[in-house]
């Protein structure tokens, strides 16, 4: 039942994201968004990699699951949080201005296809999975996380970035 939600929530947050991109001017990608230092078009790429994040961690959470030693990876994670929050911020301020808008939302829709091609054929022992995190890297991280919570992570990170948007008919444009 839960990957129905999840699924859901997926392509309600795919839908909204092209939504987005078609209803912005190049005007509206330029401007800064709220609470961040990034244009909405850097923010939407950013949006994209949240996704992309949850594809790489899917196999980690698996085999670090089935292992049982991940406390020691996430520990030597969150040590390395100050690189990886400046790799983010500048990786998300290039990409979103490699790649149109067009673009991301191309690449948005290959990642959710294998999502939720990768989701459908996970059992429940597969969803239960759990390995520890490095909470210092994201504010929805856990310090354990399930497969499923994985999963859902993508489109918490995906809502809490949304409100941030200013583009025309976004919240707080």
């Known amino acids: 039942m839960e990957q129905v939600k999840i699924s859901d929530e997926m392509r309600r947050a795919q839908a909204e994201f092209h939504q987005l991109v078609h209803a912005s001017s190049a005007h509206d990608l330029r401007r800064p968004s709220n609470g961040t230092r990034w244009t909405n078009r850097q923010l939407l ?3 994209v990699l949240g996704y992309a994040v ?15 030693h991940s406390r020691g990876f996430a520990a030597t994670l969150n040590a390395g949080r100050q690189p990886f929050h400046l790799i983010n911020y500048l990786g998300s301020c290039v990409g979103g201005q490699i790649l149109s808008p067009r673009a991301m939302t191309a690449v948005l829709d290959w990642i959710m296809r294998g ?5 459908a054929a996970e059992t429940e022992r597969s969803l239960a999975l759990t390995m520890h995190v490095p909470t210092a ?7 354990t996380m399930s497969v499923l919570d994985v999963y859902h992570f993508g489109t918490q990170h995906f809502d809490h970035h949304r409100r941030q948007l ?3 008919g976004s919240d707080d444009a």
């Open 137 to 143: 890297w994201d504010p929805y991280f856990k310090p």
């Open 54 to 68: 949850v594809r790489t961690l899917l196999p980690l959470v698996r085999t670090l699951g089935r292992l049982g």
């Open 166 to 168: 200013t583009l025309e």
């Open 115 to 119: 999502l939720q091609r990768t989701l």
């Open 45 to 47: 790429f950013h949006m």
